[in-house]
């Protein structure tokens, strides 16, 4: 019965805050202890000259440096790089707010982003001054203490590139060094902005916007270098990761993490090895995928940069790459030299992958005892369902458990290091559903480490997928090529199964001991998608929840002590930091991405709408917030339906292979996008065509689909659509008159 799911599936700096932060001393100077535990901290020989002795003017903004970051954890006050550290632990050696007084947070102030779509930026705090980022890569100086605002930058990327994205125009933050501030534009521009001013200092592109690439992920600034990856692997790209030299944006060197054409030849020997694991023809259906969206961790003792790969283009492998093979370097961890781009290892978490199963979850670098010994370890919680502990230094597998319900593979074989996956989960016999879906265990949402405690604070995802082999597959470049079939992917008519299907959407907080590889506890949530995690010396764990709270545990048990009302659903990781003695939480609110979009059937109201903030607290704040007025917007008013079973079931799969990303599994969408249901368009056919191919809305973000699909493709969806008002209508009149079905 579960067939279902599926296809996607100033320097206004403050000069009191530079008095108060004068660095005229090196930071980390004598007398403070530093936590050793973050390796990312160790006390590296200096790679450059401390600071010379400054006047006692205001320093630039933004002036961090190889020094700052690698001693991150002798200025806690301070959040300089995406995970804090390059270790990317996310743990806040800060313990002021503690689990004895959390009690008494409060918001301290807000911050309107002014956008309604999804917020997943990392703040980054330096020296009183907070860069965060909205949607469409808009980016905002603030004062951290008061959140009066400083400047904002906006790259006014064209909204018609939202075609090329899964999951919205989403940002996950910015990388600041030496008084600039890095920002990856969805379009694919890389910007070095002035820190003080925001005004740019030089913009490269990292590739031609015309292509299916985006960026949302952050850059991280490693030796002089920023890197940034791309989005884009179901759409049908080449996945790759570059390093610009900060100083003018000059490609120092570009990794791809999967072959071109071989008879072009290949760009290195680690290309060489990895065009033997793949076969078939994969160049030509849009390069393969693997593209590196998010994560990347750095160890400046061991000098290597690790960062995540995510899926295959298709994802099914069937046809990507027909009679198998492991496609390098597809949903592995790969470790490379910063300075080069040299290969130095590998692990691929998911061989073959085929459901697709990224590798590009959060990494995390720690000193672990093992067995008596300290070793130094990376960890990743990838969207298999597997956690890995790995060897860093060389990529051994160390030791792998499932930290969630898995039913594609029984275990990881520590002879080989490879997944035994079971019979019946690959696309033979079809259509089949397994754990965890495309969704992933754990998506982008960061998970967080605290060496006090030793767990690992993962946001999971707890969802099931059902993907079939596609009558026929068609490369259809621009728009998401999945290789599966969206029918057997999609909702099933009958309520009752969709409901059954609901119960099975879960999500929760899970804390994870990864010595033992097993669960210390959880908190089961109404619902997935919740937002990343923070944990600090405070013994404390903070993570936003998609039902519109923020929420302090306790790190060692997980019992709640504290929490606000957001108004909105919450999928970004909180920050934390200090000025003037003061300590500081913030997080980014405002729902969206995949699940959000997708999965309109599955989302909770209280969810919606987005309303996108800054919310900064500290002990004893007092602020509030506005008021929010919601009216559920799916106003069901069909014309009368007269299309063909046949026009119908067409539009049905073409909805599911083109629309269905934005506007919702079965056109049930989850509200950022409007809902096609409630759409005056229904009545208008030539209307639709001027909106669907003719790009009437293209400024708005709904691009033209003439590239994608026929006038006649175009109307079928359209009585597809008129057919599921009309559902939708009957199902809210059975619900009883005047009720609010919110998302559908
Ligand atoms: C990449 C995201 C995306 C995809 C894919 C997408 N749309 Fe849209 N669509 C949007 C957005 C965003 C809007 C809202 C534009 C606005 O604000 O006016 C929209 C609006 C529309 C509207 C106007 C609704 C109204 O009543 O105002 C129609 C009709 C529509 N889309 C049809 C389609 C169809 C049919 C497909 C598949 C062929 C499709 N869309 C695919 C993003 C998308």
């Known amino acids: 019965m579960i067939r279902y799911l599926l296809t996607l599936a100033a320097v206004a700096i403050l000069s009191t805050v530079l008095t108060a932060c004068d660095r005229s001393e090196p930071v980390g100077a004598a007398g403070e202890s530093a936590v050793t535990t973050d390796p990312g901290a160790v006390a590296p020989e200096p790679l450059e000259p401390p600071p010379a002795a400054q006047p006692s003017v205001s320093p630039a903004a933004a002036s961090v440096d190889a020094r700052r970051l690698q001693q991150a954890d002798k200025e806690p006050g301070n959040w300089m790089s995406h995970g804090r550290t390059y270790s990317e632990q996310r743990f806040s050696p800060l313990a002021q707010i503690n689990d004895g007084n959390v009690a008494s947070l409060g918001l301290a102030w807000s911050y309107d982003l002014e956008t309604q779509r999804g917020i997943e930026a990392t703040s980054i705090v330096v020296d009183g001054v907070m860069y965060t980022t909205s949607s469409w890569s808009i980016v905002h100086a603030l004062d951290a203490r008061t959140g009066e605002h400083l400047w904002t930058f906006d790259p006014e990327v064209a909204q018609e590139k939202l075609k090329h994205t899964c999951c919205g125009p989403v940002n996950r933050g910015v990388a600041v060094w030496k008084g600039q501030v890095f920002v990856g534009a969805l379009d694919g521009r890389l910007f070095a902005l002035d820190a003080a001013s925001g005004k740019v200092n030089w913009q490269v592109a990292t590739f031609d916007p015309a292509l299916p690439y985006t960026i949302t992920g952050a850059p991280r600034v490693v030796k002089g270098k920023v890197l940034i990856g791309n989005g884009g692997a179901e759409f049908g790209v080449r996945g790759y990761l570059s390093a610009y030299n900060v100083k003018d944006g000059g490609l120092a060197w570009r990794f791809y993490t999967v072959p071109g054409d071989p008879a072009l030849g290949f760009e290195n020997d680690a290309m060489k090895m990895a065009a033997a694991t793949w076969n078939g023809e994969w160049w030509k259906l849009g390069g393969g995928g693997g593209t590196v969206w998010d994560s990347m961790a750095y160890d400046p003792k061991l000098d290597l940069l690790y960062f995540g790969v995510g899926n295959g283009t298709p994802w099914n492998q069937e046809i990507r790459s027909p009679g198998g093979g492991d496609n390098l370097f597809l949903s592995s961890i790969v470790a490379v030299r910063p300075d080069t781009g040299e290969y130095v290892w590998h692990y691929q978490t998911t061989p073959g992958e085929s459901w697709d199963y990224t590798a590009t979850q959060s990494i995390i670098l720690a000193d672990l005892k093992l067995a008596g ?192 009302t957001t108004q909105t659903g919450v999928v970004a990781p909180p920050v934390t930091y200090e000025i003037d003695g003061e300590q500081y939480i913030s997080v980014n609110v405002g729902w969206g991405g995949a699940f959000a979009l997708v999965f309109g059937e599955y989302v909770q109201a209280e969810s919606l709408p987005n309303v996108s903030r800054v919310l900064t607290f500290k002990l004893g704040g007092k602020a509030g917030l506005p008021p929010v007025e919601w009216q559920p917007a799916v106003v069901f008013n069909p014309p009368e339906l007269k299309a063909s079973p046949e026009t119908i079931k067409q539009g049905l799969t073409t909805y599911q292979d083109v629309c269905m990303g934005c506007h919702g599994l079965n056109a049930v969408s989850g509200l950022i996008v409007p809902d096609l249901r409630g759409s005056a368009y229904l009545w208008d056919e030539k209307g639709w065509e001027d909106v669907v191919r003719g790009g009437l809305l293209k400024e708005r973000g709904m691009a033209s689909f003439a590239d994608n699909i026929s006038a006649v493709e175009a109307q079928a969806i359209r009585s597809y659509v008129i057919q599921q008002a009309w559902r939708g209508k009957a199902l809210r009149e059975q619900a009883g008159a005047g009720k609010d079905v919110p998302a559908g």
Do not use: C
Request: aromatic letters at 12%.
């Open 373 to 564: 010994t300290t070793r130094k370890v990376l960890m990743q919680a990838p969207k298999n369902g597997f956690f890995y502990v790995l060897d860093r230094q060389t990529g051994e597998l160390i030791s792998a458990d499932n930290y969630i319900n898995i039913t594609w593979a029984t275990h990881v074989d520590m002879a080989t290091g490879r997944p035994v996956e079971v019979s019946g989960a690959r696309y033979q016999d079809t259509p089949f559903t397994i754990f965890p879906s495309y969704l992933g265990g754990h998506n982008w949402h960061p998970m967080s480490f605290s060496p006090d405690t030793g767990l690992v604070y993962i946001p999971v995802l707890d969802i099931p997928a059902v993907y079939g082999q596609p009558e026929t597959f068609r490369y259809n470049p621009g728009v998401a090529n999945t290789g599966t079939d969206g029918i057997s992917g999609g909702l099933p008519d009958d309520q009752a199964e969709r409901d059954a299907i609901g119960a099975l959407v879960k999500g929760r907080l899970l804390a994870w001991n990864p010595v033992a590889q097993k669960e210390a506890w959880r908190v089961e949530y109404r619902g997935p998608w919740n937002g990343g995690t923070l944990a600090t010396a405070g013994n404390l764990v903070l993570q936003g929840t998609a039902d519109g709270k923020f929420v302090a545990y306790r790190a060692d048990s997980g019992e709640a002590l504290w929490n606000f």
